[in-house]
């Protein structure tokens, strides 16, 4: 039997799924994990004990014979799914900076994979590569040309995502909207994307779980005046901010929606910035399309909370008949038809 085993390391769950050579998913897992403590040890562990606990007797650990890896950030270099030799290791290991709660990470993964299944192919699918025709207007930041010319330029994000949910409205003027623990809009007309709320990196764009999104340069500007390292604005802006940043405590939508209703002033500001923000993004893709067919939610946030479901409802009305879609979101389907072409 052809088996695939597909790894999508996300910044707060590791998600996998094994594929046989019909493109069929006979076994799914999600984990909670900490990328930033998990060893490469403890890795080999979580994947043995995953595949040996949850599969059992009907697929041993060697059945597999391929294994795909979901990569946030390609640069300029990756445009489309790759196989995975020392060469790519290499270029990803320079793109870790850019995407430090995702790129460091993958890597981990598959030098644990390399270990726990020495020999077996791998390849990588890019969430960059959806974005990477965007037009100039879209993905030019108004900078200084010697610092452009330093590949300073928007890449966009959540791509596997956003390319799923654009093929199945060809036709359509769309909004994708990937709401999790990372959050991202793409504007997407006739299947193609014209623009995206992430950036240079994936710190930019809407308000996340512990990202901050968005924010006034000459805040971090003045913060640099008064003394706080390079160092601590890319912690604080990575994983002190967000909606774990404006409730102080946490960045998970559900627990701050129970809070809310409990009426903690902290949960609600948070929960408000983020509509605030998610519904800016919006409107502007609404104006770049000249219309909306369809708003289409993905992610834990975008297809679970209801609440944030009805509140867009009553917004959109004033748009005309857009329709909303809720779509779960299946990256690791996507990995797999792009790496499938490969071999």
């Given at each position: 039997m052809d088996i695939t085993l597909i790894v999508n390391a996300g910044s707060s769950s590791l998600k996998l799924q094994l594929f046989n050579q019909e493109a069929e998913s006979f076994w799914k897992s999600s984990i909670n994990w900490?990328?930033?403590?998990?060893t490469i040890g403890d890795l080999q562990k979580l994947f043995t004990e995953q595949l040996t606990k949850e599969l059992g007797a009907p697929i041993a650990i060697n059945q597999i014979n391929a294994v795909g890896h979901r990569i946030v950030h390609g640069g300029d270099n990756f445009n489309g799914a790759?196989?995975?030799?020392?060469?790519?290791?290499?270029?990803?290991?320079?793109?870790?900076?850019?995407?430090?709660?995702?790129?460091?990470?993958?890597?981990?993964?598959?030098?644990?994979?390399?270990?726990?299944?020495?020999?077996?192919?791998?390849?990588a699918a890019f969430d960059t590569s959806f974005h990477h025709n965007l037009p100039v207007e879209a993905s030019t930041y108004a900078l200084p040309l010697e610092w452009r010319e330093r590949g300073l330029h928007r890449f966009g994000f959540h791509g596997l995502s956003h390319g799923a949910i654009a093929r199945r409205f060809p036709k359509h003027k769309l909004i994708s909207a990937h709401l999790g623990a990372g959050c991202s809009l793409a504007v997407i007309k006739n299947g193609h994307c014209i623009d995206t709320t992430m950036g240079y990196t994936p710190l930019d764009g809407l308000?996340?779980?512990s990202r901050s999104g968005s924010v006034d340069p000459g805040i971090l500007l003045e913060l640099l005046a008064q003394?706080?390292?390079?160092?601590?604005?890319?912690?604080?802006?990575?994983?002190r901010s967000g909606l774990l940043g404006l409730s102080g405590r946490s960045g998970d939508m559900q627990e701050l929606r129970q809070l809310a209703m409990a009426g903690n002033a902290d949960a609600n500001l948070a929960i408000a910035v983020f509509q605030q923000q998610l519904l800016k993004a919006i409107g502007a893709g609404f104006a770049l399309l000249g219309g909306l067919d369809v708003l289409a939610l993905t992610g834990g946030i975008g297809e679970h909370d209801q609440v944030l479901r009805q509140w867009l409802r009553g917004r959109l009305q004033l748009l005309g008949t857009a329709q909303i879609a809720i779509i779960s979101a299946n990256e690791e389907l996507e990995i797999y038809q792009q790496i499938t072409a490969l071999r």
């Open positions: 900490s990328p930033q403590t998990q790759v196989v995975i030799d020392a060469r790519v290791k290499t270029e990803l290991l320079q793109l870790r900076r850019l995407a430090p709660l995702h790129n460091g990470a993958a890597l981990n993964v598959i030098e644990a994979l390399e270990l726990l299944l020495p020999g077996v192919w791998q390849a308000v996340m779980a003394g706080v390292t390079a160092a601590e604005l890319e912690e604080g802006l990575q994983k």
